[in-house]
């Protein structure tokens, strides 16, 4: 490749990897053995940039200790997204991002959320933990509870640094801290994207995102 065509691939994975995925099709099929050593150099291209996306979220410029521009940004976000009129729903947010910025900001303003797991040891997924709400007692003779105000449904679109493959229980993913490279639950810019998002637990997760965009009464607002 040579000039803006070059440029082009050079700054766009998803067409990157769509060249590199019909190319892997075409050698797995192919009854050319002298085409078949090629086919673990083109697993190996593909595996790298994987592994070259999963660094730049992880370890990417604003992943360091030093750099908090981009966690002072989710902070602002989060502090004014709570502070809504108590008769409102409690706000969903819906992202495709991998990073765990939203989880850090809400744990530093010690703002509650659900992001679809439960537990504290073995932090397991189970949708139906988006039904729960969280609520505190006001009067304790009388048994009045209400609904806590500043709390959050995050649901992750396309997966998690934080989510990692488990062979237990009905909904096999963990979300472990720090972040671990093997087994990733992600879906990566692919041409095959479309087909992993209707596996779980992303198809439980487009489930939430459908059913709260057609509810009466709602608003959409979309950034990016």
């Not at 050593?37 to 592994?51: E, F, H, S």
């Not at 093997?182 to 810019?189: E, L």
Request: hydrophobic fraction near 40%; include cysteine; aromatic fraction near 12%.
């Amino acid at each position: 490749m040579r000039g803006n065509l070059a440029k082009d691939y050079s700054r766009n994975l998803e067409r990157l990897m769509e060249v590199l995925f019909a190319q892997r099709f075409v050698l797995r099929h192919s009854e050319n053995a002298a085409l078949h050593p090629n086919r673990a150099v083109l697993d190996g291209i593909i595996k790298k940039v994987q592994d070259f996306l999963w660094t730049r979220v992880t370890k990417g410029r604003f992943a360091t200790d030093g750099d908090t521009t981009v966690r002072d940004l989710y902070e602002r976000f989060y502090k004014k997204l709570v502070l809504r009129d108590r008769s409102l729903p409690r706000p969903w947010v819906f992202t495709t991002n991998y990073d765990h910025f939203s989880e850090l900001a809400m744990d530093r303003l010690g703002i509650p959320y659900a992001n679809g797991f439960s537990g504290v040891v073995e932090r397991r997924f189970n949708p139906a933990s988006f039904r729960y709400a969280l609520a505190e007692q006001l009067d304790v003779a009388s048994r009045k509870w209400t609904a806590v105000d500043a709390f959050v449904y995050l649901c992750k679109l396309h997966g998690s640094v934080t989510w990692t493959e488990d062979d237990h229980g009905l909904f096999p993913i963990r979300e472990v801290w720090p972040p671990a490279s093997a087994n990733q639950m992600m879906i990566y810019p692919t041409p095959a994207k479309q087909n992993s998002s209707l596996g779980s637990p992303y198809a439980d997760l487009f489930r939430q995102f459908q059913s709260r965009i057609v509810r009466e009464q709602s608003v959409l607002i979309t950034a990016g």
